[in-house]
């Protein structure tokens, strides 16, 4: 009776949840597995006083019968009741499951509404177009920092012809040295002759060629 009420409630009790729900779903299968299991003993018991009586006393052999084809009717129907309490039990965890997710979905979504509360595309496309102005800014002056001070900007083509015209004039002065160099004057006069000396050696080694080709 007490799981009775659970289920169906009075006019004044409070909205059931699924704990409660399923908690009495298993109160009523506990219940009803046992009525199962004394029903099946009964039957086991009608049917074996049936076999005992057999046909000496037939009518209580056909009482007993009637009695276990009761009991298994009993049975048939417990069978079908339990099969809905376990399909209530799967949708009933189902539902719960169901529940908590969409719940926690719920709770992201407006978790998400807080945070895009004050923004937009276009806040957000304003935004990053002052961070790149900013970090055009920032390099900006970094190089302004980086630049030696006092220092000249200069034309590098103008720098290039001022290069040429001083290799142009570094050549022409070349050659200008060059015509100026006093050269040796050619020889008018005669030839020193060789000194008695030089003469001499050249003796001494033709006759000390002489010598050792003899030898060999």
């Known amino acids: 009776m007490a799981a009775l009420k659970r289920v169906f409630g009075t006019k004044s009790q409070k909205e059931v949840t699924s704990q409660q729900a399923n908690q009495t779903l298993q109160e009523a299968e506990s219940t009803l ?20 009586y057999g046909k000496k006393n037939q009518k209580a052999a056909i009482e007993c019968l009637k009695r276990s ?19 209530q039990k799967m949708a009933l965890d189902d539902a719960y499951m169901n529940k908590s997710m969409l719940e926690a979905m719920a709770t992201a979504n ?14 957000v496309q304003d935004m990053m177009d002052d961070i790149t102005e900013q970090q055009d800014i920032a390099r900006e002056i970094a190089e302004a920092i980086s630049k030696p ?46 000194s008695k000396s030089y003469h001499k050696a050249a003796e001494e080694d033709e006759d000390l060629s002489k010598l050792m080709a003899w030898s060999n």
């Open 149 to 194: 001070s006092g220092a000249v900007d200069y034309d590098e083509d103008e720098l290039l012809e001022e290069l040429e015209l001083l290799e142009e004039e570094a050549v022409k002065g070349q050659l200008l040295d060059v015509s100026g160099v006093d050269l040796p004057s050619v020889p008018t006069g005669e030839p020193i002759a060789a």
């Open 69 to 87: 084809k009761r009991y298994k009717k009993q049975l048939q129907q417990i069978d079908g009741v339990l099969m809905t309490i376990q399909g």
């Open 33 to 52: 597995l046992k009525k199962q299991a004394f029903l099946e003993k009964k039957v086991d018991e009608e049917i074996d006083k049936a076999r005992k």
């Open 110 to 123: 407006k978790a998400m509404k807080g945070i895009h509360k004050n923004l937009n595309v276009d806040k």
